[in-house]
């Protein structure tokens, strides 16, 4: 299958800063990747949807201003997780989508535990 | 409103036995359904899918069945395995839009018993 890293895996920071996590597609490219967020024994809430050379589309209650999308190349987007606070504390799994011939598939990163202190 | 149900959130099985996970779905519009398996602090991995203009798909130990007139469908594991202990996550889609979203159940937390 294709394979989507994510980096880093864990992220340890102070409260205040911002926090960026890179999200590529190794082996395909990708127009379209996804932001997630898994709050704990909860399903993944889509939090925005990523296209390569345009803006992002957020969810609604999703900030657009604190969870700053950028998608610059077919194989790379990156959420950056601005001023961030003990409640932006959660895990953040990214995807990228491969789609054709009627199929839709999602791969997913392995994800990103965000500790902020 | 959740349009992708799995009404169990949990099933225990025996090693070597029948693992069968259920999804329900309510959006007629969906037309492509996948299962995902999901480890603690991982990412959700790809298990197999189905189109809708199928009843049913089989890859080794799994097989997936769609039953469209009840928007139905099932994820059966044999033999189950404790390796396949993890949350499974049905999802769905419509194929032919342009935004690729998957609509996620909320889980199934499969244990296979040794």
Same mark, same amino acid.
């Given at each position: 299958?294709?394979?989507?890293?994510?980096?880093?895996?864990?992220?340890?920071?102070?409260?205040?800063?911002?926090?960026?996590?890179?999200?590529?597609?190794?082996?395909?490219? !990708?127009?379209?990747?996804?932001?997630?967020?898994?709050?704990?024994?909860?399903?993944?809430?889509?939090?925005?949807?990523?296209?390569?050379?345009?803006? !992002?589309? #957020?969810?609604?209650?999703?900030?657009?201003?604190?969870?700053?999308?950028?998608?610059?190349?077919?194989?790379?987007?990156?959420?950056?997780?601005?001023? !961030?606070?003990?409640?932006?504390?959660?895990?953040?799994?990214?995807? !990228?989508?491969?789609?054709?011939?009627?199929?839709?598939?999602? #791969?997913?990163?392995?994800?990103?535990?965000?500790?902020?202190? | 409103?959740?349009?992708?149900?799995?009404?169990?959130?949990?099933?225990?099985?025996?090693?070597?036995?029948?693992?069968?996970?259920?999804?329900?779905?309510?959006?007629?519009?969906?037309?492509?359904?996948?299962?995902? *398996?999901?480890?603690?602090?991982?990412?959700?991995?790809?298990?197999?899918?189905?189109?809708?203009?199928?009843?049913?798909?089989?890859?080794?130990?799994?097989?997936?069945?769609?039953? *469209?007139?009840? *928007?139905?469908?099932?994820?059966?594991?044999?033999?189950?395995?404790?390796?396949?202990?993890?949350?499974?996550?049905?999802?769905?889609? %419509?194929?032919?839009?342009?935004?690729?979203?998957?609509? %996620?159940? *909320?889980?199934?937390?499969?244990?296979?018993?040794?």
């Amino acid at each position: 299958g294709a394979v989507v890293s994510q980096h880093p895996s864990w992220v340890i920071c102070k409260s205040g800063t911002s926090v960026k996590i890179e999200c590529r597609s190794l082996d395909f490219q !990708a127009t379209t990747m996804f932001w997630y967020r898994q709050f704990p024994k909860q399903s993944l809430m889509l939090m925005a949807t990523s296209n390569e050379g345009s803006k !992002a589309t #957020y969810e609604q209650g999703v900030e657009k201003d604190k969870f700053l999308i950028n998608h610059a190349s077919l194989t790379l987007s990156t959420l950056t997780v601005t001023s !961030a606070h003990p409640e932006d504390s959660s895990f953040y799994i990214c995807s !990228a989508a491969l789609s054709g011939r009627g199929k839709n598939i999602q #791969y997913f990163g392995a994800g990103t535990r965000l500790s902020v202190l | 409103d959740q349009q992708v149900k799995q009404n169990s959130p949990s099933l225990s099985v025996q090693e070597g036995r029948i693992s069968i996970l259920n999804c329900d779905y309510t959006n007629s519009m969906f037309d492509y359904f996948l299962w995902y *398996k999901k480890y603690p602090a991982e990412g959700p991995t790809f298990l197999i899918s189905i189109s809708s203009i199928k009843d049913k798909n089989e890859d080794g130990r799994f097989t997936v069945f769609l039953n *469209k007139s009840a *928007k139905h469908l099932s994820l059966h594991i044999v033999p189950s395995q404790p390796g396949d202990s993890a949350v499974y996550f049905c999802a769905a889609t %419509f194929s032919g839009g342009s935004n690729y979203k998957l609509t %996620f159940g *909320k889980g199934t937390l499969l244990t296979v018993n040794p």
